[in-house]
């Protein structure tokens, strides 16, 4: 219980108290803490989704999660634009450039389109699925990589453990639900977690050779996106 709270407070803008040392040492409930920010922002999203404002539904959204994983978007971004020497020091670099930009508002605009075509069931359901499947995919990045460099992501790292992959069950379970509300939604959903997993690993492996923090907050933002996206708008 410790860790799951000091897992609301890391990866949320929520003061749930918890140790963080608890936290890094339990990384495998990191996809049960994706499944509370998601019933977080599903609450308000289901209040809003008669207005027909996707826009409101992300302000509801980074009220919960904050920007952090936003900001690492951004930050990977402007390194996948970077020439090739340049693309870890980019990752460094403080200042936002074009290709971050460019990230964020594709994200943000995508996103509201999404929410936008939701009804109160789907956003219930895909809303909490997404953020699942998005902190796995984090968690995934963290277990199968080391990082590039010391940071606060090599303080997850240190401490991961072969059991950390039962949190999959976790996951599996959550898609399992899921999937009496819409079958075809939940195997796209775990379709489309795998490709965008599996292309952003081998990315990460060929031109970076590990992971850092920003790398992790972006793939749950692209997870988080593709996922939500199959429960608007698969049939």
């Known amino acids: 219980m410790d860790a799951l709270r000091a897992g609301v407070s890391f990866f949320t803008t929520l003061r749930a108290g918890g140790d963080f040392d608890s936290l890094r040492k339990n990384l495998i409930v990191i996809p049960a803490v994706g499944a509370f920010i998601g019933i ?42 970077a020439p090739p020497q340049r693309k870890l020091e980019a990752l460094k670099d403080l200042n936002t450039g074009s290709g971050g930009y460019m990230a964020v508002s594709t994200y943000i605009v995508t996103l509201a389109f999404f929410f936008s075509k939701m009804n109160i069931l789907e956003a219930a359901v895909g809303i909490i699925l997404a953020q699942v499947m998005a902190k796995q995919g984090m968690l995934h990045l963290m277990l199968k990589f080391n990082p590039v460099w010391e940071g606060i992501l090599s303080e997850f790292t240190r401490f991961k453990r072969r059991k950390d992959y039962a949190s999959y069950l976790f996951t599996a379970l959550a898609v399992l639900i899921s999937s009496v509300i819409n079958p075809y939604k939940a195997l796209g959903s775990v379709t489309v977690y795998l490709i965008l997993l599996f292309f952003f690993s081998e990315y990460v492996r060929k031109v970076f050779g590990g992971i850092n923090g920003d790398m992790v907050g972006a793939l749950n933002c692209l997870i988080f996106a593709g996922v939500v996206g199959v429960w608007a708008c698969l049939p």
């Open 40 to 81: 977080l922002i599903s609450i308000p999203a289901i209040a809003l989704i008669e207005l027909n404002s996707g826009f409101l539904i992300i302000l509801a959204y980074v009220a919960v999660e904050g920007i952090n994983h936003i900001d690492g978007l951004a930050d990977f971004f402007d390194a996948v634009f």
